[in-house]
């Protein structure tokens, strides 16, 4: 990261992944409030789960930008709605895990100005301890720092992993690189954020945006009896309780050194 002593610091707003209605409802009812409280500049959500719990459509991408959120990641449910892989081509806010094969659709990466012009790169990685086997997201990550570095030293990562020890040693990996590590995936929102030696915000998982009423965010009932029985039932999004939960991160400017983060866990 580079050093300036001249510090201009940009809010960023991270929002844990959104689970199905529910949570793009509390993003709707919730999120002009939180802009205005916490003087937001940018706003990332994790929307890999938006549609009925299980991957975005494109209405629902668009949807989600119509509510004032810049950047759209995900994680390994972004193809579980068809419709998406002709739509995320030229979609440059609506971002796949960048280390998917080469060739497949969509970009795991994007450098994106906020309304005041200062430009924030996003980058997603998937993990691969318990989840499918992608390329190396730490050697990915590397190759892709070196583009997004010429053009911001403010860079956030979303970083979707199954496990707390492959989240945190990204953040190792990365701290005084990038601006910010978000873990996601887990829909459990953890009580570990901090600023790392060298300038990383790091949180092991931001949490999720529906129902704490529920088995992450899945009606609990239907979750209990399938692991009762080991027979295969259908899923269906949890309702009450909602809440938005995430971090809002304070990040300067010029050198790309987060200065503080927040946890966010607000009911609807």
């Not at 509390?26 to 991957?55: H, Q, R, S, T």
């Not at 709605?81 to 960048?98: F, H, N």
């Not at 997603?124 to 070196?146: A, H, Q, T, W, Y």
Request: aromatic share 6%; net charge negative.
């Amino acid at each position: 990261m580079q050093n300036n002593d001249t510090a201009e610091t940009v809010k960023v707003f991270f929002i844990g992944d959104i689970i199905g209605r529910p949570g793009r409802d509390a993003v709707k009812g919730l999120l002009p409030d939180i802009i205005e409280k916490y003087a937001i500049d940018f706003v990332i959500a994790n929307g890999e789960n938006a549609a009925g719990g299980f991957g975005i459509t494109p209405a629902i991408a668009e949807e989600l930008i119509g509510l004032n959120i810049d950047v759209i990641t995900s994680g390994n449910h972004i193809w579980d709605k068809k419709e998406i892989i002709g739509y995320i081509k030229d979609k440059k806010w609506l971002l796949r895990p960048a280390n998917y094969p080469e060739g497949v659709p969509g970009s795991g990466w994007a450098v994106i100005k906020t309304r005041s012009d200062i430009k924030i790169g996003i980058f997603n990685l998937c993990g691969r301890v318990f989840m499918d086997n992608l390329d190396c997201p730490f050697r990915v990550g590397s190759e892709i720092l070196k583009q997004i570095a010429h053009e911001t030293p403010i860079i956030i990562l979303d970083m979707h992993a199954e496990t707390t020890s492959e989240k945190a040693a990204m953040a190792w990996f990365l701290d005084g690189k990038v601006s910010a590590v978000i873990g996601t995936h887990t829909h459990v929102q953890t009580a570990d954020e901090r600023i790392l030696p060298q300038g990383t915000a790091f949180i092991t998982d931001a949490g999720m945006t529906g129902s704490l009423n529920s088995v992450i965010g899945m009606q609990k009932e239907i979750v209990l009896e399938r692991f009762l029985t080991q027979m295969p039932k259908k899923f269906e999004v949890a309702v009450k309780d909602v809440v938005v939960q995430g971090v809002v991160m304070s990040i300067d400017s010029k050198n790309g050194r987060a200065t503080a983060i927040e946890r966010i866990n607000i009911p609807l």
